[in-house]
């Protein structure tokens, strides 16, 4: 389904590859975890598989083609198999949750029926159904991440990829795109998911592949985000293990750090709680959640009478939200890999792109 066999990509002006002869295998309906310290080449990894770069060298297959033969006039049929979602959501702030969800159908020439049909499915399905009228600023950071999955996989993507989807998230409201992105994955969607949030990975026991300074450290059927490749520091009293991992690994030296064997250590036991008390109440997210607990085998810890500050109790590496954007005057087809730079949009009305909060 998504192969690199030998990838090397190094960015112009840059003095070491980005990601270092890269051979890597995801297979039909895998639940692929990509973990790595800030700059070890997750998102480059992603940018790849959605031909938004171009490996230096190596070749890459991504559903049974070899994205080197894809003319970049083909490009934007290629993406129509890919759903793609990110950290800051990039909605439509003027239009409403179903124009938004409407616009992929819109940009690739479905019919009015088939979106008429397809659209409150698909709000359904990511559990927002009630919700189709109101504006991306109505609706809790949850909720729009729901919208942006929905705009997603609204096309019946085979393949769906996220960075950091959860990053700007507190950690109730991750449990909840959690539990969608795993429904969606049971539905047969391959996921691939850039991620720097070590209570979800070590919840989910999927499988993990670790990058570090460009090289694929770990590939691990059933893993979680630390093993002793990522050093977990000393805990500070009133701090978690699982924050102090990525940190670490953030701190630790660049060079490539040697694939390491499953630590037996319990991490789900030092890891962050997946549940605290919420920053909001969201119906939504709270029964998405409760669905996950239910279904996890691992207990769960109950919620923290006294949650952490607003922004959330994880310690997370700073991540400039839109560094690796493509360049600011594309249209949001064109960033959603819907229609080629330069093509003519439609009537989809489009307008400018980003977080409404
Ligand atoms: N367009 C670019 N031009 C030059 N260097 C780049 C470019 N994009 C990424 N890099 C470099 O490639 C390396 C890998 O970056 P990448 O964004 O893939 O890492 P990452 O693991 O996704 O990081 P983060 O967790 O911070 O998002 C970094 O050293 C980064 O500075």
Known sequence: M???????????????????????????????????????????????????????????????????SISNRKIPYFRRNLGVVFQDFRLLPNKTVYDNVAFTLQVIGKSRGYIQEAVPDTLKMVGLDGKAQRLPHELSGGEQQRVAIARAIVNKPQILLAD?????????TSAGIMTLLERINAGGTTVMMATHEAAIVDQMQRRVLELSAGTIVRDERHGG?????????????????????????????????????????????????????????????????????????????????????KTGNMIRPLLPVTKHDVPEQLGLAEKLGLRAAGENPNATGEQEVGPSK
């Open 225 to 309: 985000y630390a093993t002793s490749a990522v050093p977990i520091l000393a805990v500070a009293p009133g701090a978690h293990a699982a924050q102090a991992a990525p940190a670490a690994h953030a701190a630790s030296a660049t060079p490539v750090i040697p694939a390491a064997p499953v630590v037996p250590v319990p991490t789900a036991t030092m890891a962050q709680p997946l549940y605290v008390e919420p920053e909001f109440s969201d119906e939504v997210t709270d029964a998405a959640a409760a669905v996950t607990a239910a279904a996890q085998a691992a207990p769960i810890a109950p919620p923290v009478p006294d949650p952490a500050p």
């Open 164 to 172: 950091e989807p959860t990053g700007n998230l507190d950690p109730t």
């Open 2 to 68: 998504i192969r690199f066999d030998h990838v090397t990509k190094q960015y112009p002006g840059t003095s070491r590859p980005a990601l270092n002869a890269i051979d890597l295998e995801i297979l039909r309906g895998e639940f692929v975890f990509l973990v790595g310290a800030s700059g070890s080449g997750k998102s480059s990894c992603l940018r790849l598989v959605l031909k938004e770069e171009k490996p230096s060298t190596g070749s890459i297959h991504v559903l049974g083609q070899d994205l080197g």
